[in-house]
């Protein structure tokens, strides 16, 4: 190297405190991109963990609407079981008292479907016509058929240009199909997507629900008794987008906010995988899909039928700060003056964000835990629900089954409990339902399970126990209940009795269904009687099963 270019050259001492310099950038630069990539992994982490927890609750609460649904329904077939001549001021006296526009959200109508015989619909239509509370009716149908499924009552009631009381529900294949799933399985059935009768010009999918009446006393156990055995349906017709809406806005202010401005859903009917069946679309349709988009899809079984969810994160400013990375050189550069205050920021907010994460875990935990007690239990009693207590029940009675054991149901309904509400208010009703509960869990054994299965009426599934022994034990919670007093805003307390309808497991029961149909026809037996006793059921066969001895009170 010549002279000249040696002079050009910085001292040695210079030299090293450049390359030293240098090397401290290119270390700040690729520190503060690694602290950014865990930064940005962190905050997509966290953003899709909240993303899931919101998907999941929007399923779980869908659920419970459509039980809230079903409940409101069986509290009606109640109202039918308990006499076959409600007339229509009856029933239109019933449906205001539900309040179901502000208490349901999305339960359009509530309608009454007799079914009815071709050679007698002269006579049904002359008799309803003697109801100075119903409209002349007259059958609407395009169909000749051996039974017609007549609207017979409808709130709330129709405009006068538009009557539809007296239409065949059966000339409507969809609603036929489910029609004819409720009455062969005995069970609530919601129909496939489709348009409602007071919705005319409204492009939105709905759907109704329906569940049957049968005539009391007579046999339920195939498909064909139960055929011979139908009397009506009790139905409602559902506005989906109505219901969504319900729902959305009842989850938690922050959820609610996050579903209707970061979340895109669909709901499809999924029932035949062939043909999948649109019902609801919040902007998932037309929704950009970004690369960095979360996705979930969820399956609900719904009375029946079975919905795909399937929701779509839109850009939000959180996922927006998560992705983005304009400047990350400039500004690592720029900032190596603070190199030590820069990554004592980074190493804060990586911190931060592994602790905001671990806290949404913890939330998802607590949320999922919530929710599955809310899908077993009964908000106001505590006790099991209906459907917590036909899957604890189910295997019981397999159990049962396959070891020659013996198990018997007890069918228990408050009587004149309408007679307490209309008296003493709602709230007297709420906390009598309560003390009931307390009081009978005091005689049952802890492996016997209690459950509400709507309004004033509950289960008791007792394992290992004969039809003798369940009638004792019957016998004892008549009394313990008849012994209760419930205080009231009055001076005198309230007290009540139950009737109690029994059967017992037998060797030709295909399912658990069997031997609650026989404890409730046992228990309408029991309220026919008088009420406040206990009636076991005629239809068992000779013991075949080993039971266990029978426990004292409290045991």
Request: with cysteine; net charge negative; aromatic share 6%.
């Amino acid at each position: 190297m010549t002279p000249s270019l040696l002079r050009l050259l910085p001292p040695r001492g210079h030299r090293l405190r450049l390359e030293l310099t240098v090397l401290m950038a290119l270390l700040a630069v690729l520190v503060t991109l690694g602290v950014w990539r865990q930064s940005k992994e962190s905050a997509v982490e966290k953003a899709h963990a909240l993303f899931d927890m919101k998907t999941e609750e929007l399923a779980h609460a869908l659920v419970l609407r459509v039980g809230d649904y079903e409940q409101v329904l069986r509290g009606a077939r109640g109202l039918f079981a308990a006499s076959d001549a409600v007339t229509a001021r009856e029933w239109h006296a019933y449906v205001q008292e539900l309040n179901i526009g502000q208490l349901y959200t999305g339960l359009q109508s509530f309608v009454v479907l007799r079914v009815v015989a071709a050679r007698d619909m002269d006579r049904f239509l002359a008799e309803r016509r003697k109801d100075p509370g119903a409209p002349k009716l007259s059958l609407k149908t395009d169909r000749s058929a051996e039974h017609y499924v007549v609207l017979s009552f409808i709130e709330p009631p129709m405009p006068a240009d538009r009557p539809i009381t007296g239409w065949d529900f059966g000339i409507n294949p969809t609603r036929a199909s489910a029609l004819a799933q409720a009455r062969d399985s005995g069970l609530p059935t919601a129909t496939a997507p489709m348009e409602l009768f007071n919705l005319s010009g409204d492009t939105s999918r709905n759907f109704a629900i329906y569940i049957p009446i049968y005539r009391p006393a007579e046999p339920l156990r195939t498909a064909d008794e139960r055929r011979r055995a139908l009397w009506a349906y009790v139905g409602s017709a559902i506005r989906t987008d109505s219901m969504i809406e319900g729902v959305v806005s009842g989850l938690q202010p922050d959820m609610a906010v996050d579903s209707m401005e970061r979340m895109a859903f669909s709901i499809t009917d999924v029932t035949d995988p062939a043909l999948p069946l649109p019902l609801y679309d919040r902007g998932f349709t037309q929704a950009e899909r970004a690369a960095d988009a979360f996705s979930k899809t969820l399956t609900i079984d719904v009375l029946g039928r079975k919905w795909k969810l399937e929701a779509l994160s839109l850009p939000s400013p959180v996922t927006r700060r998560a992705t983005d990375i304009p400047g990350i050189w400039t500004r690592a550069v720029a900032l190596f003056g603070v190199l030590l205050t820069g990554l004592t920021h980074a190493l804060g907010v990586i911190l931060e964000n592994r602790a905001d994460l671990r806290r949404a875990y913890a939330q998802l935990a607590e949320r999922e835990a919530e929710l599955d007690l809310l899908a077993h239990s009964d908000p106001l009693t505590g006790m099991a629900n209906r459907r917590h207590f036909f899957l604890v029940g189910a295997n019981d009675w397999s159990r049962a089954k396959r070891h020659g054991r013996a198990l018997s149901i007890l069918m228990i309904d408050v009587d004149h409990f309408k007679a307490i509400n209309d008296t003493h208010g709602h709230g007297v009703g709420d906390e009598t339902l309560k003390a009931l509960t307390g009081t009978c869990r005091a005689v049952l054994r802890d492996c016997d399970l209690m459950a509400r299965m709507g309004g004033e009426e509950f289960a008791v599934l007792l394992s290992e126990i004969d039809l003798a022994a369940a009638r004792i034990v019957g016998d004892r919670l008549r009394q313990a209940v008849a012994e209760m007093r419930v205080p009231t805003m009055g001076d005198v307390p309230l007290s009540l009795t139950v009737s109690v309808g029994a059967a017992s497991l037998c060797s030709d029961d295909q399912s658990l269904d069997d031997v609650v149909c026989r404890a409730d026809r046992a228990l309408y037996a029991a309220k026919a009687a008088g009420r406040n006793q206990v009636v076991i059921s005629e239809e068992e066969d000779l013991p075949l099963f080993a039971t266990a001895e029978l426990p004292g009170k409290g045991g």
